[in-house]
């Protein structure tokens, strides 16, 4: 989300005659687009804000600004605790950064912006295969752990002609595969519903593959899984996170489903999209998750055998209902925790992969592999990395392989065709 918002920003910023530089040192305008998810995200944030305070000193023309979470979280407080910041705005502002450049220091844009998804944004993409595209903004669901609603504000959908006009241009473009994003893709509701609009974006000739993330459980309908089953373009692959495998703690969080619940919607998706890839999200460590809830995490891992997982410990943020809950957990049981998902969940990544060895697969090819570049890189529809030993200049093309080596977080093949 922040990538493709940092793409909208050089969107505006080229309109008004910049250009991009790898050398902060020669840059007349510094943006951090910020994340604030995790308390690591903000940590981060901060030292390379003072590491960037030196520039100023060099060029007391360089203009610095903060965007993002961490922008909308903390306002004019950032520009208090680093007096060279010029100016600082929200996600829901990105539209006005040009008016921002050209009036004088101090400005702080953290208001609600009505019309962001009437608003069509400048988008300058890397030149390549993919490209991402919004459909919606912001998330009402108020998970207790999250600050997402806090800092992007209520759900808003664009109007999908919008969206439609902007995937053809992606198509003209020579874009092969677009992402749909979202914090919450299938609550999008505009004119049509989310299986109703990846019907219509199927229909753009020149893009072969829609991806979209992040879908929450409790909106994902059999209409849906008809959609990714029955629609050409629209890919085997879904990225629904689970958070947790204890009715307890999903309670805690304000998830809406239990677990049972959420195994009914993959058996569903598994059954009605044969070969499907599934993608989830756990926290480990929640406030008050006692050693029996994390392992019915871990059992719910090992009954629902994802293709990959991002864990992540949870962090306490500020302002959400989960720092008040009793029972916060000490940094070492979470960091315990957490490693023993991730390696179960190891073995499990390769054991899914380890399947598809000697099976042919289509692959978009993406590129030379950033890890080997004697060979070509691409995805399967399933969205797994495939490299094949050739430097062909195949970018943009679909082609077949067949898998002959799977490892945990890539597949080696050959060329068929
Ligand atoms: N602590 C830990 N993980 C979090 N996530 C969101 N908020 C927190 C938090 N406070 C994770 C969730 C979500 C993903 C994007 O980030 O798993 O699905
Ligand atoms: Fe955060 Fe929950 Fe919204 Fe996802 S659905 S952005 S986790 S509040």
Redesign the pocket.
Known sequence: MNVHDTEKMFGVLKNIGYSNTDNPGKADLIIFNTCS???KAEQKFYSELGRIKSYKKNRPNLRIAVAGCIAQREGKKIIKKASYVDFVFGPQNIHKLADFISSSNGTVAVSDNPYLALIDLPVQREAGVRAWVTIMYGCNNF?S????PYTRGREKSRPSEHIYAEVSEIAEKGYKEITLLGQNVNSYQSDLNFPGLLKKLNRVGGIERIRFV?SHPKDLSPELADAIAELSKVCENIHL?L?SGSDNILKLMNRVYSYDIYRDKVILLREKVPGISITS???AGFPGETEEDHIRTTDALKEMQFDGI????????PG?A?AKIEGHLPENVKSERLAEILSLQDDITLRRNLLLENTQQEILIEGISDTDKSRLAGRTRTNKIVTIPETDKLRGAIIKVEIKKARKHSLEGIRLT
Do not use: E, L, M, W
């Open positions: 998810i995790r308390q998970c752990y999250c600050v997402v992040t996170p958070q999200d756990i926290i991002f864990a992540f410990k949870f962090s306490t943020r959400t989960a």
